[in-house]
């Protein structure tokens, strides 16, 4: 039964560490998905991410965006079920035809499988209560069209340290999950007698052992981008 | 003419087109995302523009061309793709056309919408032209072997 025991908190506590991964199937490369309904402000910012590293997927509209997505109710039409798709990111024209960017931003933000990936809102008009609104509803970002390099180097700097600040919290997961299998292998006497230890362990861990506390995917690094 | 001639040439048409409005610098960070592996970039996407823009400014005749009542709705839609668009390359002064385009399709003015019609499809071709004349000023160096002096530009 300890075996057993063991074997089913191995498998949580790796599950864990293996679902939250910032890039996709380990490669170093951070996966976009842009929605813009301008086929040239497609070509824009797919030249402009690639020319940061990232990998892109371009779509034309909101719909299409939930379908790559698998939210569209089709479960079959997902294409994010392989490591491989996973998307780290997601920039959104405002103005489309159909879904705006805004509804589409809203229903990312209620989905539980997609919520926590950070959503780039871009708009060639600057209108304060638009980008209030998108804030609002968690958008990470607001740009302004036309999107520059810049604006590409600064995300690409965001994901990163998100990245390193999910490793951080996985390599320390890790630790306490070694640390808790030594443990449950170990002779009912030695634990009994280390059990004020265990005790201490389980508290520390409760506060992110990793020395950036939360990860920025989850908190904005800037919150209004304003000319 | 012979490829130093081109590739003067070619500055210099570049900066007058910078400095009659033409282009804005929108345009040059277009320039800066092309290199070695993406050697087509800025005709590519530019001929994108000039695709999507021919479709719009035919949409746009024939919703303003309606004798039954002209659908604003519809103008202002396209007019907004087309400044978009133009505002993505950097052609500033199409982009600039829209934009008095869109007051006039606030004010539901058919006149005026006529007027400013008129007036972006003229900057459209205009600059449609400069653009066309500027690539086969750069195939013309290629051909000949040499390449485009980009950073001769001074600006980028």
């Known amino acids: 039964m300890a075996a057993a025991g063991t074997e089913s908190l ?17 490669s170093e490369e951070f996966h976009v998905l842009a929605v813009d309904d301008s086929i040239v ?5 797919e030249r402009l991410l690639k020319s940061s590293s990232f990998k892109v997927t371009a779509v034309d509209s909101g719909t299409r965006a939930l379908q790559y997505l698998g939210l569209d109710g089709e479960k079959s039409t997902s294409a994010v079920g392989f490591n491989d798709l996973k998307v780290n990111l997601i920039m959104t024209d405002y103005s489309m035809p159909g879904m705006t960017g805004y509804e589409l931003l809203k229903k990312i933000k209620e989905s539980k499988a997609f919520k926590e990936i950070p959503v780039v809102i871009m ?12 804030l609002e509803e968690g958008a990470e970002d607001f740009l302004m069209k036309p999107v520059k390099k810049s604006d590409v180097t600064k995300l690409k700097d965001f994901m990163v340290k998100g990245d390193q600040a999910e490793k951080g919290k996985r390599s320390s997961i890790k630790r306490k999950m070694d640390d808790d299998i030594l443990k449950l292998t170990m002779p009912p006497t ?12 389980s508290s520390s861990a409760s506060h992110s052992p990793s020395s950036s506390s939360s990860s920025p995917c989850s908190s904005p690094c800037k919150r209004t981008r304003l000319q | ?22 282009l804005d610098s929108q345009f040059a960070q277009l320039q800066l995302l092309q290199d070695e ?17 021919e479709r719009l400014l035919n949409d746009l005749t024939k919703v303003i061309d309606q004798q039954q009542g002209v659908d604003f709705k519809k103008v202002d839609a396209h007019v907004h793709q087309l400044k978009g668009s133009s505002s993505s390359i950097g052609a500033q002064r199409v982009k600039n056309a829209c934009v008095a385009f869109r007051s006039f399709c ?51």
Request: glycine share 6%.
């Open chain 2, 1 to 22: 003419m012979d490829v130093i001639q081109m590739q003067r040439t070619w500055v210099e048409y570049t900066k007058s087109l910078y400095r009659e409005g033409y």
């Open chain 1, 190 to 201: 030695a634990i009994a007698s280390s059990s004020s230890e265990v005790e201490d362990q």
């Open chain 1, 10 to 26: 191995r498998w949580n506590l790796a599950e864990e560490v293996g679902v939250s991964g910032c890039n996709g199937s380990g």
């Open chain 1, 123 to 134: 708009s060639s008009e600057n209108v304060l209560t638009r980008i209030h609104s998108c």
């Open chain 2, 37 to 53: 592996s993406n050697p087509d970039f800025v005709v590519e996407v530019v001929s994108l523009f000039f695709e999507d823009s």
């Open chain 2, 106 to 156: 606030d004010e539901q003015n058919i006149e005026g919408s006529l007027r400013c019609l008129h007036q972006v499809k003229q900057e459209y071709y205009l600059v449609k032209n400069k653009l066309e004349n500027l690539f086969s000023l750069e195939q013309k160096i290629v051909a000949a072997g040499g390449s485009v002096p980009v950073d001769e530009l001074g600006f980028l």
């Open chain 1, 41 to 45: 402000d497609r070509k824009l910012i």
